[in-house]
């Protein structure tokens, strides 16, 4: 127990001195900057071809990120409406397939920076520089990847929109702010089951929200998630949006959905619907295909994709 009060404080410390500094800056100025469009050259992994897609892993240079590129084999018009897919924590490649039948547009699914299983306990403590330096690099990967997307000779530049599911609706909004500060504007967002107060989320948390200490650890995520917090970003953003919750949603309590819901500029269409989180529980699959459904017919019906 001794042990564990004192790497607690020596955390906090940290977590303090940390503050100390982001707490004196613009929130995006805090972040990493992209790449110069110059150096985002794709190098493509791996290549597959179906009847209806030609599908492609690539690697932007510098950090790494990684992208799922679905393309039609087939284009009916020109350039393509495209869709970056931010979805829950894992590969592109996997999230992807949450999205049948994309038809005429390219879908972007990204791959997240941040291991799929992230140490607990005392283990986690040599993991957090490393881990925080993966989520502040979040909103420049993405950014870089709007920026090499508008390039493409088959990417109409002028209809690239994101779509945020749960980890990814958290994040979004400071990409977004840092695409359009370096010039690139989202066409259309989709935020589905986030909210605002990263902290909150984490003390909140079905397996934090119980445990000594769990208040603690919200309070240190909110010093030093402070660049990626949604409520310091939602504010600048321009565009229209559509904003998706659930009524009963364990993971995101509903004083930071309705918050969320307050802070997205308008233009914007807000819906809640029945159950919890999404791809959670029963009926997971039915739900999150839902969910994907209503919000590609938001986006055909505010022209930013095709059938």
Known sequence: MKIVGVSLL???????????????????????????????QAQILSEAA??????????????????????????????LPVVILLG??????KNARYVPNPGNNALIAYDWPMPLRIPTGLAILPEIPDLHARLMSIPAQVTAAIAWAKRQPWADGTRISLLGFSLGALVAPA???????????????????????????IAHHPRIRNVSGGALLGHMADLLLRPLEPAHHLPHLHGRFLVITGYDDIF?????SVRLHALVPEPKTVIAKEGGHIGVGPNQIERLEEIVALSRAWLHKEGAITR
């Open 88 to 93: 829950g924590l894992g590969s592109g490649a």
């Open 50 to 79: 179906t009847i209806d897609r030609i599908e492609r892993t690539v690697e932007l240079p510098g950090d790494g990120t990684g992208l799922f590129i679905s393309l039609p084999a087939h284009r009916t018009s020109g350039r």
């Open 10 to 40: 020596a955390l906090a410390a940290v977590a303090l001195a940390a503050a100390g500094w982001l707490g004196f800056r613009d929130p995006l100025a805090a972040l990493p900057a992209p790449p110069s469009p110059a150096q985002a």
């Open 175 to 201: 990409i977004q702010r840092m695409a359009e500060k370096h010039g690139h504007a989202v066409y259309r967002t989709v935020l589905a089951y986030g909210g605002v107060g990263i902290g909150d989320l």
């Open 252 to 256: 995101i309590p509903r004083h930071a």
